[in-house]
Every structure is written in C-alpha cells, then in structure tokens.
C-alpha cells in the first residue's frame, strides 16, 4: 500500500478527529481542517450538548485508536435510567441486572480535545483551525477554505478527502450540488427542539454536599412529561447537563410560548418541581442559551468518483434518543478500519472500491439506527412516564 498519499479531513470534531489519528496510525500524511478555533484554547459556548452518553459501539473505536483507557478517566458510569415523577419520586430503572453493563457520560470537549492532543502528537498529522470549508472540487479531491485569521481563501489538495464536517456538512453540500451522479438527500425535522441547562455543583462549603452532586450521581436522570421531557448525564465536577426538549409551538408549554422569566418558574413548578431547586439560575440560563433543531439526515452515495467520502453526522445525522450519534460515528471509523485493511496489501489502494464496500456494508445500520432514534423519542418522553405511573400502581397494591 503507498503510505505517502495525502489524506485531507474536513472537520476535527469527534468523528474527523479519531479517523485523523487512526489514518496516521497507519502511516498517511494526514491534513485535519476545523472550522472553529482550537477548542483547547478558546473557552466552550454554553448551552451546545455538554456531555454525551459513550456506549461500547464507541469504545470500540477508541480502544483501536489506543485511547480506550484515556477517554475512560473521563466517563461516569451510568447503571440505569433514574425517572423522575412530578412530585419528585424517583425509580431507578437498571440497564441489565449485572454491575459491569452500564453506559457512559462523557464530556464531549474533552474528549474531543483528547483525540486532538492524540492526533497532534503524530508527527505525519497537521491540524489546521479557523478555515471553513467552502466547496470541494470532487473529481479533483481539492477543497477551498475561508481563512478566518486572514479572510483570505485556500485550496488544499489531496489524493483522497473526508467530509467529517458534521451534520450541515459543506462537503455533503458540493455532493448534493454537483450534478454528475444522481445524490439521494433527506433532512427531517421534529417539530421539537432541545435547550441545555445545568445543575450546578454544590458549593465545598454545603453541609448536605456528600457526594459534591445534587441529585443519584450513576444514572441518566428522565423527566418524561408525555410532549415535552427533561434529562440529565452528570459531570465529573459534580455537576449535570440537562437537556429540555420541548416543542417549538402548537402547546401549551412550548418555546413560542416561555417569554418571560416567570412562565419559565411556572412551567418548572408544575412539571419539575425537583429541578427548580437544583437550578439555582433557571430563568438566566433558559433565555441565554440557545434552542437547537433535532434532525434526522440520511443521504447517498457517501462517495463520489473514489475521491471524497463522507463519515460520520455529514453522513448520517440522527436524533440523540439513543445516545447513539457519536457511537455510530466512532463505529463509522473502526468499520471503515477494518475494510482498509483489507486493501493494505495492495499496492495502490483502489480507493472507489473500498469507499463502495464500505457504505454498502454501513448504511443498512447507520439508516436503522436512524430510525430507531425517531421511535426512541416517543418511548422516552410518553412511555418512561407510563412506566412510572405501572410502577406507582405496584407499589401501592403490594
Ligand atoms: P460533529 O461533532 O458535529 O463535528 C463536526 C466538526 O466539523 C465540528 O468541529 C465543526 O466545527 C466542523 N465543521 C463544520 N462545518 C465545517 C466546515 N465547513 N469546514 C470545516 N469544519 C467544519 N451522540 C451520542 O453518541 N451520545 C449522546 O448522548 C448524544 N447526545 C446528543 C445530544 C444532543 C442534544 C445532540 C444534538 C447530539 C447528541 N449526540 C449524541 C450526537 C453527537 O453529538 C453527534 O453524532 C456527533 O457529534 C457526530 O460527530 P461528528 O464528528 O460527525 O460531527
């Protein structure tokens, strides 16, 4: 296999980020392009999906990059589903009765920012931030870049590109926009939309402050309401990072409708009262953060002319009711890996070939779980609550 090609990834997010440290592994010269600042260097905008829940499907593509242990000095055990009810009775619902079957919270800038300090260290890996990808000329496997520092634009050129440019990928956009191939795109919106809020660490200095955290620390915590839902993965500084999903309109409680500071109380009041107290800044958080849109993309070929393939949410961007978007994107690398090396022992990689292989055997799972994640929303929010109220009924006829 020729080890001197040039590799171009645009986008060092989770996904771009491990497939550049795992294509340096195996000895290519690696370019990883990112639109925004360096993430170690900047301080994070609140309120953009803190933490995330890791499964094993994404662990197996870190433990092939090596940094399986690493990413895992990051994560919180989670042992099961702790659903909250509106008076603030709990159930922990376990994942599997045995003790080692949990899933994960991880901070996803930190682990975003361990794959880019693994990366970095590859002396074949040149990381360059601050340059937005514009288009991608596909046949030619060249892409141009707005440099943010200068304003200037610049092309960069490779044997092959990666589109690991997220969900609103540019790279997919020069696919869908070129005309030369028939490209199959779908976007579907739900018609609700997620806001992040936090329970704080107690203060050092709180009698009550046992653990440092203010709620069952083990747990993905599910306030499911029927429309609307709240749920939280904790942090490792004591901390949680909820996530309302609430319709955008047409509801009683809806975003188009909490205007002001004291509908927000209200609504928390009614529906969570438990939470109102753990948020000691719930109004100042709910209007300072942003809402963000929940979407479902599937799109395809993923390849074009054995040039550009697209990984991870550029290629399939899914609902998060699974936690299983950055797994999936994780799993995108080890499957991609594994049909790599099948061709290592060819001397010229035929690169149409493998990118083919690749999404045949992919897509049937990525457009599953895709799915799944859709089915998984009205389960959370209309069937955990149905859970609850079976639960409250067998405990009071026991
Ligand atoms: P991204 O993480 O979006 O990274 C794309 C990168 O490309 C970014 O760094 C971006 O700045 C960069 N970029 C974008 N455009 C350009 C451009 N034009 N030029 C250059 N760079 C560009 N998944 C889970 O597995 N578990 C969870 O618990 C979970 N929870 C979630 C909760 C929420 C609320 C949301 C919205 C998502 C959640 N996900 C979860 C999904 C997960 O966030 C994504 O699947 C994952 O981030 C995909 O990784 P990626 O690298 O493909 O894309």
Redesign the pocket.
Known sequence: MNKTQNILI???????SLLALRMAQRGFQVTL????PDLRKVTQDAGR?I?????NR?LRGLRLAGVEDAAKKLCIPMNGRMIHDKVGNTFLSPYSGRKDEYINSIS?PGLNMLLLDEAEKMPNVKIIFN????EVDLENASAT?KDFNSKNETTISADVIFG???????VRKSMYESHKFLFSFSQQWLSHG?K?LEIPAFPENETNAETGYRTYKNALHIWPRGEDMLIA?PNLDGSFTV?LFLPYENSEYCFENLTSPEMVHEYFNKEFPDVVEMIPNLSEEFFTNPI?P?GTVKCSPWNAFGKVLL????AH??V?FY???????FEDVAVFDEILEKYSSEKTINWNNLFKEYEALRKKDTDAIADLAVDNFHEMKEHTAMEIFQRKRKLETA
């Open positions: 645009i986008g060092a997010g989770l996904c771009g392009v990112e639109k925004r999906s933490n995330l829940a890791l499964s994404g996803r340059h937005a990808c514009e870049f690991t440019d997220g969900a609103g990928s540019a997620y992040e993965l996530t963000g929940l990984l991870g949410d550029a961007a899914i998060p936690g299983q978007g950055m797994n999936a994107s």
